[in-house]
Structure formats: structure tokens, C-alpha cells
């Protein structure tokens, strides 16, 4: 009996390890919740050795009566060919699509990708100040939620969301990590942290999103603050993206 019990209290303590072990093995994420939203992408290049089965994340914006996919455009300065030294797909890239984690047989598939510009080079630092990459939609087999974009200023101080994977996850829900509103300077919004992934990689071209799950911005860098000399986290603004969406609507 006595073998019994001591049995019993080392299976309690070696649960109660394992508890604490997954506990304290998980990264922190925000307790707040949204609906699916965030995507991951796949790229499939003419050379087939730099194909890129999940390779950051992006989402589906609804602007004025349309869905578009978007992502960001330095993803192109991790992974291209040699010879792709502009903003096109032509000979290059054989397709782009975008799938949830989580459920890998809900494809949307890309159709074209509506900022192309054969003078825009690809090296060129200035390349990035609009760091993204929308695309018309050829087909839209997922569920996530196409986000609307925010249209009233942001306000220091409050709180705003950034909902994707980060490169080491395979699976599982999107996580949703938080930060507190900065500042902008220019294209750049500047963010403070407060639950954060361990590391950021993966996270690029994902959404920025306020409390109401409006979109606000999307995942791109760092930027180094001249007031304090302090490197902040800093989404690309998406008010160049919109500006682009009205002119390309409007067939400017």
C-alpha cells in the first residue's frame, strides 16, 4: 500500500512537471481574439530549386467592392532569381498563392500582381518606403476574412495588433501579438512593444490591426526613431496602398 501510494505521488509530480514544462515551453501571445485573417505565402519560381512552399505571411483586403491579396514587397529581397532585378514576375515567378496555416487546402491563387514596374529596382533602398505587393485575385477557395482598412487617425498610445505565424511555426491558429501606437514618420508607423514573438522572422507581410480589426498597416521592419536614436518596430503604412488601389480603379 505504501508502494502503492508513494507510486501514485511521483505520477502526480511527473504530470504536474509535464504541465509546467508545455506551460513554460509556449510563447506569449495576446489574450485578444479575431477571426481569420492572416495567410501564408506560395511560391512557385520557373527555377524550381527556390520554390517556396510557406514563405511569410499576407492577408485579403476589401477595398471599394474588390478583394485583393497583399503581402510585403521585401519578401523579393530574401528569395528571387539572379536575373529578377525589377518589380516583375515575367519569366521569374510561375505563381503566387496565399493558404491559412492551419488549413492548407484553402487556396486563394493570385492572378496578377497589380504594382508591377519593370523601372522599379528591386536593390534600390528606396524600393521598400512602400513595402508591398498587391495582387488581383484569380481564385479565393479560403474562409480567413478580408480586412477593411482603418480611416480615422491613429491616437498614441493605443493598442494595435499584429495577427500571423512566425517562420518556425507549421501549424497551428494564427497568433496574435501586441503593441502600443508610437508615432509615424513618413511611410513607417512606429510601434512599442508589449507581447512580442521571440523573433519576429516569418511575420512579414502580415496584418496590422487596430481593436475592431481594422487594417492599419503591414509587417515590413525596423526604424530608427532621430528624436531618440531608438530602433522601433515599424509596420509600412498602408495610405500609399490605398492612393494606389483608387488610382488603379480609376484606370489612372
Not at 512566425?166 to 494564427?174: F, H
Not at 513607417?188 to 523573433?199: A, F, M, T
Request: net charge positive; hydrophobic share 35%.
Amino acid at each position: 500500500m505504501k508502494i502503492f501510494k508513494t507510486s501514485m505521488k511521483f505520477a502526480s509530480f511527473f504530470t504536474l512537471l509535464i504541465l509546467m514544462t508545455a506551460c513554460f515551453g509556449q510563447e506569449k501571445v495576446s489574450t485578444k481574439t479575431f477571426d481569420a485573417i492572416t495567410l501564408v505565402n506560395k511560391i512557385y519560381f520557373f527555377d524550381s530549386k527556390l520554390d517556396q512552399p510557406k514563405f511569410s505571411c499576407g492577408f485579403l483586403l476589401q477595398y471599394n467592392n474588390e478583394t485583393y491579396a497583399v503581402t510585403a514587397k521585401h519578401l523579393l529581397k530574401i528569395i528571387k532569381p539572379e536575373s529578377m532585378k525589377t518589380l516583375t514576375f515575367e519569366n521569374n515567378i510561375k505563381s503566387w498563392s496565399l493558404y491559412p496555416l492551419d488549413n492548407k487546402s484553402e487556396m486563394v491563387a493570385c492572378d496578377k500582381l497589380l504594382n508591377e514596374n519593370k523601372s522599379e529596382n528591386l536593390e534600390a533602398k528606396s524600393t521598400y518606403d512602400n513595402d508591398w505587393l498587391v495582387f488581383s485575385i484569380k481564385e479565393n477557395g479560403s474562409k480567413v476574412k478580408p480586412l477593411q482598412i482603418r480611416t480615422s487617425p491613429l491616437i498614441a498610445g493605443e493598442k494595435l495588433y499584429v495577427v500571423g505565424w512566425t517562420r518556425k511555426m507549421e501549424t497551428g491558429k494564427q497568433r496574435v501579438y501586441e503593441f502600443e501606437y508610437y508615432k509615424t514618420i513618413g511611410n513607417r508607423i512606429l510601434l512599442k512593444d508589449v507581447i512580442v514573438p521571440e523573433q519576429f522572422g516569418g511575420l512579414s507581410g502580415g496584418p496590422v490591426i487596430d481593436e475592431q480589426g481594422l487594417l492599419v498597416g503591414i509587417v515590413s521592419g525596423g526604424t530608427v526613431d532621430p528624436d531618440t536614436d531608438k530602433k522601433y518596430f515599424s509596420p509600412c503604412s498602408v495610405t500609399n496602398l490605398v492612393l494606389f488601389l483608387e488610382k488603379f480603379k480609376s484606370g489612372k
